[in-house]
């Protein structure tokens, strides 16, 4: 069972849950950057080839990634981790 923790700045303010505004924003920015950056890009990877990212977005995003989730990895992540470290082809 993972525990409820509040997304926090590295100053301890609380962080608000993303909304679409914000990821409008975020987006926004990501794009500015790469205009400034000279040989930046992007790819996407479908969410079936990266399943680690994909889970552990969501647990950040409805606040329920544990605080020390690096450290001591939910069951469900570790065996993900084990999984894309053995090669498992994508789907």
Same mark, same amino acid.
């Given at each position: 069972? !993972?525990?409820?923790?509040? *997304? *926090?700045?590295?100053? $301890?303010?609380? !962080?608000?849950?993303? =909304? +679409?505004?914000?990821? +409008? +924003? !975020?987006?926004?920015?990501? #794009? @500015?950057?790469?205009?400034?950056?000279?040989?930046? $890009?992007?790819? %996407?990877?479908?969410?079936? $080839?990266?399943?680690? /990212?994909?889970?552990?977005? @969501?647990? /950040? /995003? =409805?606040?329920?990634?544990?605080?020390? %989730?690096?450290?001591?990895?939910?069951?469900?992540?570790?065996?993900? #981790? *084990? @999984?894309?470290?053995? $090669?498992?082809?994508? *789907?």
């Amino acid at each position: 069972m !993972l525990m409820h923790h509040s *997304r *926090r700045t590295q100053h $301890g303010e609380q !962080l608000q849950p993303f =909304s +679409e505004t914000t990821m +409008e +924003e !975020l987006s926004q920015d990501v #794009f @500015k950057l790469q205009e400034e950056i000279p040989n930046c $890009g992007f790819t %996407w990877i479908p969410r079936e $080839g990266n399943e680690v /990212a994909d889970y552990i977005t @969501k647990l /950040a /995003a =409805s606040n329920n990634l544990p605080v020390n %989730w690096i450290l001591n990895p939910p069951p469900e992540l570790q065996v993900m #981790f *084990r @999984k894309e470290l053995l $090669g498992r082809p994508f *789907r």
